[in-house]
């Protein structure tokens, strides 16, 4: 088993285990902590990939600006401290265990079926240039700047509106309408 074979599959089992974590977890701090691992392990992914652009983009963007955004917002709610002990996702969790399952099998197959692990010439030379910072700054910005734009708005708008509902829950508590 080659280094890197084995680097590979230790991330990805924290990367599992960071998303298993994320999503299995009540308490919305520690499903935010279990994400901040998810990316540092993917971020470590990029590394293993020779990428190492998107390792440094993946440790600053997510890793860095995301994640205080999720902690402001759930630390603006209060979410911490909602101890909601009903399981309202119960035949929703096996659902996905099976999605899973079948997903996990599909791409197996597909492994199989196509009998090579190497990506062909043409994605890997793409790869190559994606690789390149002012490349990849060139079609984000030309290609791809109006999703890039709109994915910006999205994350505002949502920000103002958590800010917005929070405000009139507060207003509400403070007249006692809401205990």
């Known amino acids: 088993m080659t280094f890197e074979l084995m680097m590979f599959l230790i991330t990805a089992v924290v990367a599992l285990t960071g998303g298993i974590g994320m ?17 540092f392990a993917i971020s470590v992914l990029f590394l293993l990939l020779q990428s190492p652009f998107l390792f440094a983009i993946q440790l600053t963007v997510y890793a860095g600006a995301i994640m205080v955004l999720f902690l402001f917002v759930v630390m603006l709610l209060g979410a911490e401290r909602i101890e909601d002990t009903t399981d309202k996702l119960a035949g929703q969790r096996w659902l996905a265990l099976v999605l899973a399952l079948i997903l996990l099998i599909q791409s197996v197959a597909i492994n199989l079926i196509t009998g090579s692990n190497e990506p062909p010439m043409q994605e890997l030379e793409t790869l190559a240039l994606l690789s390149d910072p002012a ?24 920000i103002v509106g958590v800010v917005v509902l929070n405000q009139r829950v507060r207003t509400a508590q403070d007249k006692g309408q809401i205990n």
């Open 23 to 39: 999503v299995m977890f009540k308490n919305t701090v520690h499903s935010a902590l279990f994400l901040l691992l998810n990316f």
């Open 135 to 158: 490349t990849l700054g060139a079609e984000l910005f030309t290609t791809y700047l109006l999703p890039f734009q709109i994915t910006g708005i999205i994350l505002l708008v949502g």
